[in-house]
């Protein structure tokens, strides 16, 4: 079983970066497809962008298409997503999810989730 802790959200301008973090502090990554998901108060929950550990191949949603980036480290046993040019849209609690069987968008097809963390971005 893989728990998972996210962290680094904040309070960021419209236009500035920033980088989360999501670690497994029990289990390892490395046979997991990760998601990046979003929730913005009074919506769903979205997906953002997701990596196949493994491989290395990431999808993205067109939302955060060409501003966001995902990344792996093995010998953190952690994934980041990279959040260049925000906007005030991207406001969200951010979850990061495992999932063992492969490809997804859908976060009810997700076997794992972390707590979520907040990034708030102001105009």
């Known amino acids: 079983q893989v728990q998972l802790v996210e962290s680094g959200g904040g309070l960021v301008q419209a236009g500035g970066s920033l980088r989360l973090s999501c670690a497994a502090s029990?289990?390892?990554?490395?046979?997991?497809?990760m998601g990046w998901f979003r929730q913005a108060p009074g919506k769903e929950r979205e997906f953002v962008a997701a990596?196949?550990?493994?491989?290395?191949?990431?999808d993205y949603a067109d939302s955060v298409k060409g501003r966001f980036t995902i990344s792996r480290d093995n010998a953190k046993n952690t994934v980041y997503p990279q959040m260049n040019s925000l906007k005030p849209e991207d406001t969200a609690v951010y979850y990061c999810?495992?999932?063992?069987?492969?490809?997804?968008?859908?976060?009810?097809?997700?076997?794992?989730w972390g707590q979520g963390t907040q990034l708030t971005v102001s105009s």
């Open positions: 029990r289990g390892t990554l490395s046979t997991y497809f």
């Open positions: 999810a495992a999932r063992g069987r492969g490809y997804s968008r859908r976060p009810d097809e997700y076997d794992y």
């Open positions: 990596i196949a550990w493994s491989i290395g191949i990431t």
